[in-house]
């Protein structure tokens, strides 16, 4: 067969990449007609960002930190500050800054800067792999769309069960009547 066959058979496809979750297909000039549809770009159901570039936006501070260190618990700087600033961020979208700015309210500064600490290992290079490890989690769970709740009948027996309830009450109930034969 010839290879041309398939190149006129089959008219192109191009994707396109549309941030926060839209792909548009676009098909070649014969065909004009684009189609939008929702998908999941992640196993996670929404758009995680590039966690490597993100802590390359963070800036990282030590101080002498308050826990166990042993004889250099005064000498040596082990507790690690995260500074990230989220509206200044390049790698993160428009929609997810709003998001995270709207998540993460009680955490972030006047100045719009998120800061997290580690102080819990004794050198500094752990404190430093927790914080990241702290950061990712945060924006990660922070990023996650809240999923809808599907409202649901009661089944026919839990619905038997509470009339059968109902009228055990209402005769308990009823014999309180405080009517006495005398």
């Keep these: 067969m010839n290879r041309d066959f398939f190149k006129r058979a089959v008219p192109p496809v191009i994707l396109i990449y549309r941030p926060f979750s839209y792909i548009r297909f676009y098909v070649s000039p014969e065909f004009t007609k684009s189609v939008s549809l929702p998908i999941h770009l992640s196993q996670k159901g929404y758009m995680a960002p590039d966690f490597e570039k993100l802590i390359g936006e963070c800036s990282f501070a030590t101080a002498r930190s308050s826990g166990s260190g042993g004889q250099k618990v005064n000498k040596v700087e082990t507790k690690v500050l995260l500074s990230f600033d989220i509206s200044n961020s390049e790698i993160l979208s428009d929609a997810q800054k709003k998001v995270l700015a709207e998540k993460l309210r009680n955490r972030i500064s006047k100045e719009g800067i998120l800061q997290l600490t580690s102080e819990t290992e004794r050198s500094q290079l752990m404190n430093r792999k927790a914080v990241i490890r702290k950061f990712e989690n945060l924006i990660e769970r922070a990023l996650q769309p809240v999923k809808k709740r599907k409202s649901t009948r009661p089944t026919a027996a839990s619905v038997k069960k509470r009339l059968e309830r109902k009228k055990q009450i ?10 006495f034969e005398g």
């Design 170 to 179: 209402s005769e308990k109930k009823k014999n309180r009547g405080g009517r």
